[in-house]
């Protein structure tokens, strides 16, 4: 019998689900209990434990499954950053009109309660580090590994980013999450590596979360009134800045 070294496309969309149910579940119950520790643990217990069972119990191949290999062509990492500011931009556009279509009350008062009961160190912890191993290992290690096997790339990059959009369960986060999670999926590819694409998602959260807590009474509106009156070449650092202080409240904590 030839063993299997990723899992069938079947199989991961079972194992998506199950993913997506006891994440709801657990959020629910180990929040409600433990309060905003509660996040990390849904992680582990929703998102990690099960895939890595099943890759035990299957005996699937871990190192190819999670892409544990030192990275090669670092220079698509270097790319992956640009790529990264570019998505910012185009996300912080996005986020400044779709706030004014979609509701974002309950999105922003989780936020908020979030920020008040942690501290800095806390925040970049649960928001930041735990999202970058954990999701990375599952949607860039394993289902994004096994769809490269049994279709092409780009069909693979597709899926696996529309999968961690959605589990994102907020209408105005699947825009800007599809466009990272790609970013994200091509500097694994490219580099054939997990690392990298950890290191990219750290610094995404990360920084939306110390600037957030750094700028945290700058209006949109009078970023944009600014940016009006400035030179055209700062535009840019005027929509990256309306992002971090906003696009992220909303769509982008884990």
């Known amino acids: 019998m030839i063993k299997k070294d990723v899992f069938s496309i079947k199989e991961i969309f079972i194992l998506y689900f199950i993913t997506v149910i006891l994440f709801v579940i657990s959020s629910n119950v180990l929040i409600g209990a433990i309060g905003i520790n509660g996040i990390p643990f849904t992680h582990f217990l929703s998102i990690?434990?099960?895939?890595?069972?099943l890759i035990i119990i299957m005996k699937k191949d871990i190192k190819n499954l999670y892409f544990l290999n030192t990275p090669k062509n670092i220079r698509y990492f270097f790319g992956g950053i640009l790529l990264w500011i570019l998505a910012i931009i185009l996300?912080?556009?996005y986020t400044y009109y779709a706030v004014k279509f979609m509701p974002?009350?309950?999105?922003?008062?989780?936020?908020?309660y979030i920020f008040s009961q942690t501290t800095l160190t806390q925040q970049i912890i649960i928001m930041a580090a735990v999202p970058a191993v954990i999701e990375e290992l599952f949607f860039r290690g394993v289902i994004l590994s096994s769809l490269m096997k049994k279709t092409n790339i780009i069909i693979a990059v597709f899926i696996s980013s529309l999968l961690f959009s959605l589990m994102h369960f907020s209408l105005i986060k699947i825009f800007p999450t599809f466009l990272l999670g790609g970013i994200f999926a091509y500097v694994v590819y490219k580099t054939n590596s997990i690392i990298p694409a950890m290191v990219l998602h750290f610094m995404n959260n990360s920084i939306s979360i110390i600037v957030q807590n750094a700028l945290?009474?700058?209006?949109?509106?009078?970023?944009?009134?600014i940016g009006g009156q400035l030179d055209y070449k700062y535009i840019y650092l005027v929509l990256i800045v309306i992002l971090i202080k906003e696009g992220n409240t909303i769509y982008e904590r884990i």
Do not use: C, K, M, Q
Request: aromatic share 14%; charged share 20%.
């Open 104 to 112: 974002t009350d309950e999105l922003i008062e989780s936020f908020d």
């Open 91 to 93: 996300s912080g556009i």
């Open 48 to 53: 990690f434990a099960p895939s890595f069972l």
């Open 216 to 225: 945290p009474n700058i209006e949109v509106d009078t970023l944009w009134i």
